[in-house]
Antibody
């Protein structure tokens, strides 16, 4: 069974960089699939942040692209998110998920999510 | 950017009733790239439907998806108590994913 677990600071100061890691178990990232980050502000809908392949190939939401970096560490079977210059608008539950690509595209396995609050 | 609109915003129904949820896109979406998710409070979204009409593993057959082009529908044939939740549609196009704002199905 594929499992994903987000980790990282729950509180980040404005203008600083948000850093999260997603540990994957039950599946080797090197075996394939894309992996992604999605966020959800409290009481609001879902927003895709970006996705990465095990080779390191990435694509990002254009609205966040200038501030986002997603990387992968196949030796640790995990991938990471960095979001720079955060503001209160970046306060959200951040989810990592496995992305199925090819003839179709959808997120089939999700982490439980981690709340990140941006506040001084 | 393809914008997804979901209606109604809230659907108040009783267990055993049929639920019909709509997802409309601002421009044509490939059916292959349309998915539906269910989210309960405090939980991550769960994949229900992919490719507009294919049920994900373990999803009961009371859930069905249909549609093409700009209009897609998620139908729950007979609501069970555990089906009261928020439902999101998602599309992929122009190298990006977008989600609809969600439809909340609550108990009447």
């Amino acid at each position: 069974q594929v499992q994903l677990q987000e980790s990282g600071p729950g509180l980040v100061k404005p203008s600083e960089t948000l850093s999260l890691t997603c540990a994957v178990s039950g599946y080797s990232i090197s075996s394939g699939y894309y992996w992604g980050w999605i966020r959800q502000p409290p009481g609001k809908g879902l927003e895709w942040i970006g996705s990465i392949y095990h080779s390191g190939s990435t694509y990002y939401n254009p609205s966040l692209k200038s501030r986002v970096t997603i990387s992968v560490d196949t030796s640790k079977n995990q991938f990471s998110l960095k979001l720079s210059s955060v503001t209160a608008a970046d306060t959200a539950v951040y989810y990592c998920a496995r992305l199925v690509v090819g003839a179709t595209r959808y997120f089939d396995y999700w982490g439980q999510g981690t709340l990140v609050t941006v506040s001084s | 950017e393809i914008v997804l609109t979901q209606s109604p915003g809230t659907l108040s129904l009783s267990p055993g009733e049929r639920a019909t949820l709509s997802c409309r896109a601002s421009q044509s979406v490939s059916s292959s790239y349309l998915a539906w998710y269910q989210q309960k409070p405090g939980q991550a979204p769960r994949l229900l439907i992919y490719g507009a009409s294919s049920r994900a593993t373990g999803i009961p057959d009371r859930f069905s998806g249909s549609g093409s082009g700009t209009d897609f529908t998620l139908t729950i044939s007979r609501l069970e108590p555990e089906d009261f939740a928020v439902y999101y549609c998602q599309q992929y196009g122009s190298s990006r994913f977008t989600f609809g704002p969600g439809t909340k199905v609550d108990i009447k």
